[in-house]
């Protein structure tokens, strides 16, 4: 027995029913309203150039299927109208037309073949790509008519497509309803792939980066202008609903914006006159990284720019420097006629376009002898990216990767190419020998075309007699919180895609200096002379300027060596004469019964004190030890000690001695020195007196026991600091 069959019946009439479907519908508006999102205004529809521009990419982004399973067949040629392009709006909102049908190919084709139009109607090949595009809209605007405007010009093929729309609205509209029902799906959007989902909702919530150009204004005037208009400076984007702006913790000329605030944004001054201009935080993060490694006349080369505001971007940062941006790669001379013109209206004065390649760059071009940084930002996966529309139509300019984009992944053999190119272009970007840095950055999260190609590339360096190798440099950028202090412990610089930012990956290599190799101050003024820098200053009177400092130098260094000389001399005679008069003052001493010896170290105060040869052979060493304190702490204490001859005891009397002069031992980090200062001090010793006990014993000398009678000279509980 045949099974009842359950049918979705809709009659033309029913348009309430039609109006119950409209939540149904394939666009990501319901799921953002789940998140908080603003409320997204309802559609009116696009200009016709529009369609039919989306029309034309779609046909080559389209999914192809096998032969047999084939109903519905797309032209190979595009549209007429194909070379109407309209301006960057109009482009940006085609490409996103474009993009949206891709991800519903499937759908939609099932919507046209059970609502039999496909292959009831005689439709011609070549407009399959604009009825299925301008079904996705007409779904999207819950099947309502659309509003032109009235100064609107109209095409034949659009106006035709949208009449045969017309006119099966409620048959369309059941076949949603059944797919719907068949999924068991709240709305078809969550039939798409996870990956799809994830980015749709993150592209939804998305902050928007605008860097400022200051070249034609400053960050206090932005500030001020944005305040006046109603818009209020945090320190963070918190409430999507506000009207605020921040500033980026990476980039200090970087501002942050609420995503709904785009359409009211682009209508302000500040961006119709390119003071603020948007663009996504991987392109600054990377600019910025260049600009952190530059000396003044530091030149760079762009490799892979990709849009115009990044090398833009790397002329605003660099403008009070003497600094050349080489961009090279630009083949197409409208594209090049095109940068100039926006160049200008920037205020962008030193970039420089090269029509070649970058791998057909000779090494020893002399228009990049100066060059000192390299920016290498190849074209990735752009797995990191959110928004592949913005990815496309700014960096990439591959519609093909929106195929990828559209089921969440990139195929392997893709990749692989890909991988290839990337690892081609960094290592002949460390084969210039000028070169003293490489900034590598992609927009991608995937290892294999980021750390797995840098670490490739350093490892395969073929180093010449003269170059030295690189090396991984760590971030030059400010790390922001503890996730990026670890992301970054292996000295790449990664962000990961996230609802505030897309996903970003930086990595930077560093030459190291040849030790032999040193700049002097006249090769570092030549080469300013060669950029005309040093316009009226003679170079001869400055090195004639030079030699005089290095001759009075090599003169003062001769007298302070003569002054030392005539030191030791003075230290040697005094020594002489106080040895003979020790010698003559000892015949008239008395000698007393041998005392038991007792041990003490001995201590030279000066390399110029010799030491006896040989120790004495009597029990009896009679040692003097003469203790000088100086007013200061940090003095220098002087030693002497003198051997009595054999077998007589000294008796100890006050001596004025006259000691030669001396230095502060600690007036320098390296202590004691044997030069002499040039000021001098001159100590005497008198009779012992008491020493404040504030004074420090010094740490050079043991304390000496002393017999129980006292010596004749020696006043009875008097310390005696010479001991």
């Known amino acids: 027995m045949q099974e009842p069959v359950t049918a979705v019946v809709v009659t033309e009439g029913d348009l309430e ?103 009831s109607t005689t439709i011609p090949d070549h407009l399959s790509s604009l009825v299925i595009v301008m079904l996705y809209d007409f779904q999207d605007r819950k099947f309502q008519a659309r509003v032109l405007p009235c100064n609107e010009e109209s095409i034949s093929e659009v106006q035709e497509v949208e009449n045969l729309l017309n006119s099966f609205k409620t048959k369309l509209a059941a ?120 000396n003044m006349d530091d030149d760079i080369l762009m490799v892979n720019t990709g849009s115009w505001y990044t090398a833009a971007h790397m002329s605003v940062l660099t403008n009070e420097n003497t600094s050349k941006i080489f961009v090279c790669g630009v083949q197409s001379q409208t594209k090049d006629t095109d940068g100039k013109k926006l160049f200008t209206k920037m205020g962008c004065k030193n970039i420089e376009i090269l029509h070649e390649t970058f791998m057909n760059i000779e090494l020893k071009d002399q228009r990049l002898q100066n060059v000192r ?163 009226g200053i003679d170079l001869e009177k400055s090195s004639k300027r030079e030699k005089k400092k290095k001759k009075k130098s090599k003169l003062s260094l001769t007298k302070a060596s003569g002054n030392d000389n005539d030191i030791q001399t003075k230290i040697t005679e005094f020594l002489n004469r106080e040895s003979k008069a020790a010698a003559n003052q000892s015949e008239t001493l008395t000698t007393k019964p041998p005392l038991p010896q007792k041990s003490m170290t001995q201590v030279g105060a000066s390399s110029q004190i010799r030491k006896p040869s040989k120790p004495a052979n009597t029990p009896l060493v009679a040692t003097l030890t003469k203790s000088t304190y100086s007013s200061r702490p940090g003095e220098q204490q002087t030693n002497f000690r003198r051997s009595r001859p054999e077998g007589r005891l000294l008796s100890l009397k006050p001596v004025e001695i006259i000691l030669p002069p001396v230095m502060f031992p600690f007036s320098s980090p390296q202590g004691v020195r044997p030069q002499m200062p040039t000021e001098h001090f001159s100590y005497h010793w008198v009779a012992p007196k008491t020493i404040p006990s504030y004074f420090p014993t010094p740490p050079a000398f043991r304390k000496v026991e002393k017999p129980k009678e006292s010596l004749p000279s020696s006043p009875l509980g008097r310390p005696r600091p010479w001991l």
């Open 17 to 119: 029913e039609t109006g119950d479907l409209a939540p149904l519908g394939l666009s990501a508006d319901a799921a953002s309203r789940e998140k908080g999102s603003p409320e997204v205004p309802e559609k009116t529809g696009y200009p016709d150039s529009v369609y039919v521009m989306a029309a034309n990419v779609f046909l080559g982004i389209r999914m192809e299927k096998s032969p047999e399973k084939v109903i519905i067949h797309y032209g190979k040629e595009p549209l007429p109208f194909w070379s109407l392009r309209g301006d960057e709006s109009s482009q940006r909102l085609s490409y996103e037309l474009a993009f949206s049908t891709l991800k519903y190919q499937d759908i939609l084709e099932t919507i046209l073949i059970d609502s039999y139009i496909f292959p």
């Open 175 to 294: 076949a949603l309803a059944r797919y719907r029902i068949k999924h068991d799906a709240l709305s078809i959007y969550h039939i798409l792939p996870e990956t799809v989902r994830k980015q749709e909702l993150r592209a939804s919530t998305l902050p928007l980066y605008a860097w400022i150009n200051t070249c034609k204004i400053s960050p206090e005037e932005v500030y001020s202008d944005l305040q006046k208009k109603g818009y209020n400076k945090v320190k963070s984007i918190l409430n999507l609903d506000d009207k605020v702006f921040a500033v980026d913790q990476h980039c200090y000329n970087v501002l942050i914006f609420p995503s709904h605030l785009k359409k009211d944004l682009i209508n302000i001054d500040l961006f119709k006159d390119y003071k603020l201009i948007f663009q996504d935080k991987s392109r600054s993060l990377a600019v910025h990284s260049v600009r952190a490694l530059l």
């Open 373 to 535: 940084v390299i920016l290498l930002l190849p074209r990735c996966s752009g797995l990191g990216i959110s928004n592949p529309v913005e990815f496309i139509l700014n960096e990439h300019e591959d519609t093909s990767f929106l195929k990828d984009f559209s089921q969440g992944g990139i195929p392997e053999t893709k990749l692989q190419i890909l991988t290839q190119q990337q690892y081609e272009q960094l290592t002949h970007a460390m084969k210039f020998s000028n070169a003293q840095a490489v900034v590598y950055c992609t927009c991608s999260v995937n290892p294999e075309e980021n750390e797995v190609v840098v670490k490739k590339a350093l490892e395969g360096q073929n180093l010449g007699i003269k170059t030295q190798p690189y090396r991984l440099s760590p971030p030059v950028l400010p790390l922001c919180s503890l996730k990026e202090n670890y992301l970054s412990t292996d000295k790449f610089f990664r962000i990961e895609p996230s609802e505030i930012t897309n996903g970003c990956f930086l990595s930077i290599l560093i030459r190291e200096r040849d030790p032999s190799e040193t700049v002097s101050v006249k090769d570092v003024l030549a080469r300013a002379a060669a950029k005309g820098l040093l316009d």
